[in-house]
């Protein structure tokens, strides 16, 4: 394995190891996960940002990968991190709903790129769907859970990042497969 491959899938299996651990803290202790819960979802978008600005960066050779997009949606999550982090007194509520608008477009996005690519990329598909289907189911939720307690809205956002997080660690064990 190639030393730039060694880096990515540490980086991978640390993000889901790391991702995983903070789901799991927020489903076991949800009271104090929805007190930092604007904390929480700003640093998840920022290591979420990372990732899909490397990895636009990572196949920007390929051109069928739609690669420019994945770099905007990196840098739209970097943006709206900071933003989250510059304003952490904001409206939780106002907060949610629009991480949750945020994380159906970029579920959509990755779902349609992955249909479209499958022929390109047969064995990403494997771990591309979890994900954009993952993004959108959750997102969909936030986008519409207001109307429930705060208790639900932070158990979903757990649930969310323990998802994201195992997809991640399979992630890196795919891609240190091939």
């Known amino acids: 394995m190639k030393n730039f491959d060694k880096k990515i899938f540490r980086y991978l299996l640390m993000t889901g190891i790391l991702f995983s651990l903070v789901g799991i803290f927020g489903i076991f202790s949800p009271t104090i996960f929805s007190i930092y819960i604007v904390d929480i979802l700003a640093a998840f978008f920022f290591v979420s940002g990372?990732?899909?600005f490397t990895k636009g960066f990572q196949f920007r050779k390929v051109p069928e990968f739609h690669w420019g997009l994945y770099i905007f949606i990196g840098v739209l999550?970097?943006?709206?991190s900071l933003s989250l982090f510059s304003q952490p007194f904001g409206n939780?509520?106002?907060?949610?709903?629009?991480?949750g608008f945020f994380?159906?477009?970029?579920?959509?996005?990755?779902?349609?790129?992955?249909?479209f690519n499958r022929k390109i990329f047969p064995d990403s598909v494997k771990y591309s769907l979890n994900a954009g289907i993952t993004d959108t189911l959750f997102g969909t939720l936030l986008a519409g859970l207001p109307f429930f307690s705060a208790r639900v809205i932070s158990l979903c956002v757990a649930w969310y990042i323990l998802?994201?997080?195992a997809n991640l660690v399979l992630s890196a064990f795919y891609f240190k497969r091939s």
């Open 163 to 165: 998802f994201n997080g």
């Open 77 to 80: 999550e970097i943006v709206i």
């Open 103 to 115: 994380m159906m477009f970029k579920g959509i996005f990755i779902f349609i790129n992955t249909i």
């Open 50 to 52: 990372v990732k899909n």
């Open 92 to 99: 939780q509520l106002h907060t949610i709903v629009y991480s």
